[in-house]
């Protein structure tokens, strides 16, 4: 079955740096692939995705790359501030016919310092 | 408001004691997950739904069951739970396969097996 590694497993900045997260899949069926921000006591919540027929993804001051032949993906978080403080976990699915299983990776912990 | 709903939000309860946390969405969701998270272990799919009456395991289901019944509602029912339950517990809904659609958790259920 799919395997999703993340790295780092936490992450320090100061606030208007960049902050990038790294994750690898095992599958290269998978090809949906989204990431989830969990603020302190919250629910995840989606920020991003992206489908593997598309190399990169931007939203504002977030980003996704997508690399199929080497299997990983990665956030990107640019001009950080304080609230994006949280952890952050990627995930990755494949097709969309029936229930195909969302496996997440382990997480990074995103400490963003004024 | 959509949303998922989860109770209770917290639970202690002590080896051996039946319990039942319910999940509940108002988003008429074909799909439902239940997830546990761990800390450095991330979140681990324990059973998923495609339908009323249509359940499987995901990747931790020892311990646990579930039932649908009714589309808006997945329980989960621990029989006789064990220290090592002790989690923090996600109910999430998705309106189409995982692989094309978010997933909306619920508030999460703090539970602790002394």
């Known amino acids: 079955g799919e395997n999703v590694e993340q790295h780092p497993s936490t992450l320090s900045v100061q606030e208007g740096d960049s902050a990038v997260i790294k994750c690898t899949y095992s599958?290269?069926?998978?090809?949906?692939f989204p990431w989830y921000k969990q603020e302190l006591g919250k629910r995840p919540q989606l920020i991003i995705d992206?489908?593997?027929?598309?190399g990169e993804k931007k939203d504002q001051r977030i980003a996704v790359t997508l690399n199929k032949t080497a299997k990983h993906f990665s956030l990107h978080i640019t001009e950080t501030q304080p609230e994006d403080s949280a952890v952050y976990f990627c995930?990755?699915?494949?097709?969309?016919?029936?229930?195909?299983?969302?496996?997440f990776g382990t997480g990074t912990r995103l400490l963003v310092s004024p | 408001e959509a949303q998922v709903t989860q109770n209770p939000r917290y639970l202690i309860t002590v080896t051996g004691k039946k319990l039942t946390v319910t999940c509940s969405q108002n988003m008429n969701h074909e799909y439902m997950s239940w997830y546990r998270q761990d800390p450095g272990l991330g979140l681990r799919q324990i059973y998923y739904?495609?339908?009323?009456?249509?359940?499987d395991k995901g990747d931790v289901p020892e311990g646990y069951k579930v039932s649908r019944k009714e589309k808006r509602n997945f329980p989960l029912i621990l029989e006789s739970p064990s220290p090592n339950q002790t989690s923090l517990y996600f109910c999430?809904?998705?309106?189409?396969?995982?692989?094309?659609?978010?997933?909306?958790f619920g508030p999460g259920t703090r539970l602790t097996v002394l």
């Open positions: 999430a809904s998705t309106g189409g396969p995982q692989g094309y659609n978010e997933q909306f």
């Open positions: 992206i489908r593997s027929n598309v």
């Open positions: 599958d290269s069926a998978s090809n949906y």
């Open positions: 739904s495609m339908n009323v009456e249509v359940t």
């Open positions: 995930a990755a699915s494949k097709d969309s016919t029936g229930f195909q299983k969302l496996v």
